[in-house]
């Protein structure tokens, strides 16, 4: 058997092999943020298609924090209902999931919200705010609350969101975090937030749940997160409690070269293209590495985890067009995935229409 269909356990909860779907903005929020019908049947399909560990879209912790439209919310008591009803079809698949927890910082839409962004320090050319001492004090409080709330609904754990530019990430980042207080400046204040959440999420969620993160490895603007400074905040946040790592790296604002979900990859050679960063997060942080970052391949994903690059392997735009495929590769065909990293599918998800494989669909249609 493959090593890739080993079962593991995180803190206590069993994976049946090590496949993760990585958080995916799926656009399938009702207004207020509760999942759909729709929203529960994919994360259902995914379930069934052998998928070992789900990761949530990247639910907003605040409203203010919101950056799309149909984003999943987990900001209010209201929606522990819906999100109960979304882990049940996933448990009931034989599935696990866990809510990534996200606030977008000066990112956020204020659009849809109607407030002011905010984030560590203000930012030339956009509208926001630095956030005063109250602000952070009651982003730590929603990060809380939203864990409780996670834990009320079922969910097997939860993923702290600290990357891509989003507002933990901007303060671990020198390139967004300009702060001459104690939440700035050296590395130890730039994790000082996350360091802050982390704690107050373990004391909600209580010891037996697992907490993960979701953090860059490189910024790649300059002046921003080095893999040395993130590595380091990895070893400062397993000592709080983090139980699982999952390295990713870039933003948007990198440029199509260094975004997240790379463009047109064809060839092995393009996949894992965040896998030497990871290598070094395992050799320094003493607990499991999820590697995200194009990875299309059976093969390619067996030698990561053979060779000590990652103890898991996480997918995300493989599975809005194939949710099946741990289940087609676990029965022996080994083609690669259909997917094309063309990241047309990111465009109906982001108008809030709901994400699915543009592609797929053109094809299906003859189009």
Same mark, same amino acid.
């Given at each position: ?35 759909t019908e729709e ?9 069934? &298609? ?16 919101? &950056? ?7 900001? @209010?008591? +209201?929606?522990?209902? $819906? ?5 049940? +079809? ?18 956020? =839409? ?7 962004? %905010? &984030? ?16 952070? +004090? ?21 993923q702290i969101h ?37 704690? @107050? ?33 990895? /070893? ?17 604002? =990198? ?14 050679? /393009? ?18 590495? %999820?590697?995200?970052?194009?990875? $299309? ?15 898991? %392997? ?12 741990v289940n087609r ?6 083609? $690669?995935?259909?997917?094309? @990293? ?12 709901? %994400? ?12």
């Open positions: 058997m493959s090593i890739l269909f080993q079962e593991t356990t995180i803190r206590g909860l069993t994976l049946r092999n090590r496949f993760v779907r990585s958080a995916t903005w799926e656009g399938m929020a009702d207004a207020k943020g509760a999942p929203l529960i049947q994919l994360m259902g399909d995914l379930a069934s &298609g052998g998928v070992g560990l789900i990761i949530t879209g990247y639910a907003f912790v605040s409203e203010e924090g919101r &950056g799309g439209p149909r984003q999943l919310g987990i900001h @209010s008591d +209201e929606l522990v209902g $819906r999100l109960r009803e979304m882990v049940r +079809e996933v448990h009931s698949r034989g599935g696990r999931i866990v809510a990534q927890l996200g606030h977008c910082g000066i990112q956020a =839409a204020y659009n849809l919200t109607g407030m002011e962004p %905010i &984030g560590p320090s203000p930012m030339e050319g956009r509208p926001g705010r630095g956030m005063t001492l109250e602000d952070i +004090e009651r982003v730590r409080l929603s990060f809380a609350r939203a864990a409780k709330r996670a834990v009320d609904a079922g969910f097997d754990g939860v600290a990357a891509h530019g989003y507002l933990l990430s901007q303060f671990l980042s020198p390139y967004f975090n300009k702060r001459e207080d104690a939440y700035g400046g050296s590395l130890e204040g730039r994790v000082r937030l996350l360091v802050e959440v982390t704690r @107050s999420i373990r004391e909600e969620v209580g010891a037996e749940k697992p907490v993960l993160i979701k953090i860059n490895c490189e910024d790649f603007l300059p002046g921003g997160l080095t893999l040395e400074d993130s590595v380091k905040a990895g /070893e400062i946040l397993v000592k709080e409690g983090i139980d699982a790592i999952e390295v990713s790296g870039g933003m948007r604002l =990198a440029g199509p070269k260094f975004m997240p979900s790379r463009l047109g990859i064809r060839h092995e050679h /393009e996949e894992a293209y965040f896998k030497e960063a990871a290598k070094e997060f395992k050799r320094k942080v003493g607990v499991p590495v %999820i590697l995200v970052g194009g990875i $299309r391949s059976f093969q390619v994903a067996e030698r990561l985890v053979e060779e000590g690059f990652a103890d898991y %392997i996480s997918m995300s735009r493989p599975f809005i067009r194939e949710p099946w495929l590769w676990k029965g022996g065909d080994l083609r $690669r995935a259909f997917c094309v @990293s063309d990241n047309l599918c990111f465009e109906p998800a982001q108008a809030g229409e709901g %994400i699915y494989c543009v592609t797929e669909r053109r094809e299906t249609k003859g189009e």
